[in-house]
Nanobody, 124 residues
């Protein structure tokens, strides 16, 4: 069983930056693909970014490409999401997810383990 805990959310002004962290407990994340999803009020959860175990495959949603960076530290069992040039439309609860198949897929249906989420609010 993998337990994921997100942190780093908060309130930031438009144009600012935040770095989200997702720490895993219970099992090493080695050989797991990891991803970030987000859900705004009244909206479906949507894909943000994904990374394979080796980091060799990385994907971003078009809406965040060039502004967000996903990375991971295997030794720390942690994945990060660096968010720059934040916009009010980035406001959402951000979730990290783990997929033991290690294919860095874009659909939330492929991910077996989820964190509880961390709130990101971007003011205009």
């Amino acid at each position: 069983q993998v337990q994921l805990v997100e942190s780093g959310g908060g309130l930031v002004q438009a144009g600012g930056s935040l770095r989200l962290s997702c720490a895993a407990a219970g099992r090493s994340l080695g050989n797991y693909a990891m991803a970030w999803f987000r859900q705004a009020p009244g909206m479906d959860r949507e894909f943000v970014a994904a990374i394979s175990w080796s980091g060799g495959s990385i994907y971003y949603a078009n809406s965040v490409k060039g502004r967000f960076t996903i990375s991971r530290e295997i030794g720390k069992n942690t994945v990060y999401l660096q968010m720059n040039s934040l916009k009010p439309e980035d406001t959402a609860v951000y979730f990290c997810a783990a997929d033991p198949v290690n294919l860095a897929r874009l659909s939330e249906l492929e991910y077996d383990y989820w964190g509880q989420g961390t709130q990101v609010t971007v003011s205009s």
